[in-house]
């Protein structure tokens, strides 16, 4: 079982960056896939960002290419997603999750097995 926290979020304004951490506990997240979700107020959940267990392949959405960045820390057991340049259309409720373990790089969000409870990112205008 994998338990996840996200933490980072808050209230910034466009053009601001941000860092999300997802930390984990049970399992190391080094042989996870692990991937970013967005859900913003009365729209469904998109993928953000993810990669490949191995870390070595990556994929984003198309709003954050260039802008976000997704990336591990094994001795912290911590994903990130740096986020810069922020839009007010990034505002959401974002959350971490992990696929199987040695899993490829995920995009559809029923394929993810484990899920963080969310960290909120406002962007003013």
């Known amino acids: 079982q994998v338990q996840l926290v996200e933490s980072g979020g808050g209230l910034v304004q466009a053009g601001d960056s941000l860092r999300l951490s997802c930390t984990a506990s049970?399992?190391?997240?080094?042989?996870?896939?692990m991937g970013w979700f967005r859900q913003a107020p009365g729209k469904e959940r998109e993928f953000v960002a993810g990669?490949?267990?191995?870390?070595?392949?990556?994929d984003y959405a198309d709003s954050v290419k260039g802008r976000f960045t997704i990336s591990r820390d094994n001795a912290k057991n911590t994903v990130y997603l740096q986020m810069n340049s922020l839009k007010p259309e990034d505002t959401a409720v974002y959350y971490c999750?992990?696929?199987?373990?040695?899993?490829?790089?995920?995009?559809?969000?029923?394929?993810?097995?484990?899920w963080g409870q969310g960290t909120q990112v406002t962007v003013s205008s």
């Open positions: 990669f490949h267990w191995s870390g070595t392949i990556t």
């Open positions: 049970g399992r190391t997240l080094r042989t996870y896939p």
């Open positions: 999750a992990a696929g199987n373990s040695f899993g490829p790089l995920l995009k559809n969000e029923y394929e993810y097995a484990y």
